[in-house]
C-alpha cells in the first residue's frame, strides 16, 4: 500500500514569509497527525485530526499556525509569518484509528527559515 | 509530567555488539511504549511497542524491556549490524483520553563494522 505522501521535500523562506505543507496519509486511516521535529530532538505533536475533526491541538502556535483536513482525506499545515524559530521538519503521520494504533510517518518537509 | 527521558544522547557499539537505549517517565496514565527507528531523510517507522502487561516483548533482534515500578523502559538491539546505524526514539501514549505521543529526545547509533 501507499504510504503517507509529503510535499514539498525541502522549503526554504524568508521570515515573515508564509508557508503551506499538505499531506495525503494513507488511505483508510482516520486519524492525521502533524508533527514538528527540531534538529536534534523528538517530534512533537502540533495538531491531531480524527476524520475532519480536531483532536488535540494544544501545542499549536495558533497566531501563527494553521491546519485544516477537508473531507477527512488529506491536509495542509500553514505557518503565516514564519519566525526563524520554526526552521525544523514538519512530519505527517497517519493511524487507522486511535492513539495505540502504529502511526506510519510521511518522509517529512524540511523546513529553513532565514 | 508529559516528559520522557531517554539516555544516551548518542551511542557507537562494534558489529555484533549489544545496543541499549534507555528511556524514563513520570506520568503513570502511560500504558503504550513504541519505539521508532529514523533513517536520515525519511520519517521515524514503528520498530517495536510495548504494553506494561508485560515486562518483556521480542522481535527478532530487538527487545523491549519494561519496569512499571521504576517507570523505565529499554530497548535492546542484539547482534547489532552497520545497518542498525539510525536514531532511535522512544514514546509513550495513553489508551484512555486524547494523549498524544510523547516522543524522547532520541539516541544516535553507529554500528561500526
Known amino acids: 500500500e501507499a504510504g503517507v505522501a509529503q510535499s514539498p521535500r525541502y522549503k526554504i523562506i524568508e521570515k515573515r514569509q508564509s508557508v503551506a505543507f499538505w499531506c495525503n496519509p494513507i488511505?483508510?486511516?482516520?486519524?492525521l497527525y502533524w508533527y514538528q521535529q527540531i534538529l536534534g530532538q523528538g517530534p512533537k505533536l502540533l495538531i491531531q485530526?480524527?476524520?475532519?475533526?480536531?483532536?488535540?491541538d494544544s501545542q499549536l502556535p495558533k497566531d501563527r499556525f494553521s491546519a485544516e483536513r477537508l473531507k477527512g482525506v488529506d491536509s495542509t499545515l500553514k505557518i503565516q509569518p514564519a519566525k526563524l524559530e520554526d526552521s525544523a521538519v514538519y512530519l505527517c503521520?497517519?493511524?487507522?484509528?486511535?492513539?495505540?494504533?502504529?502511526?506510519?510517518f510521511g518522509p517529512g518537509t524540511r523546513l529553513t527559515v532565514l | 509530567q508529559q516528559q520522557v527521558k531517554q539516555s544516551p544522547q548518542s551511542l557507537i557499539v562494534q558489529k555484533g555488539g549489544i545496543s541499549i537505549i534507555n528511556c524514563a517517565y513520570e506520568?503513570?496514565?502511560?500504558?503504550?511504549f513504541p519505539w521508532y527507528q529514523q533513517f536520515p531523510g525519511k520519517g521515524p517507522a514503528l520498530l517495536i511497542a510495548?504494553?506494561?502487561?508485560?515486562s518483556e516483548k521480542k522481535e527478532g533482534r530487538f527487545t523491549i524491556s519494561f519496569n512499571k515500578s521504576a517507570k523505565q523502559f529499554s530497548l535492546h538491539i542484539m547482534d547489532s549490524q552497520p545497518g542498525d546505524s539510525a536514531t532511535y526514539f522512544c514514546?509513550?501514549?495513553?489508551?484512555?483520553?486524547?494523549?498524544?505521543?510523547?516522543f524522547g529526545t532520541g539516541t544516535r547509533l553507529k554500528v561500526l563494522a
Open positions: 488511505s483508510g486511516h482516520a486519524t
Open positions: 503521520a497517519s493511524s487507522l484509528g486511535s492513539n495505540t494504533d502504529t502511526q506510519y
Open positions: 485530526f480524527q476524520n475532519n475533526g480536531v483532536v488535540d
Open positions: 514514546a509513550a501514549s495513553s489508551t484512555s483520553g486524547t494523549y498524544k505521543y510523547i
Open positions: 510495548i504494553r506494561p502487561d508485560v
Open positions: 506520568n503513570t496514565a502511560f500504558d503504550y
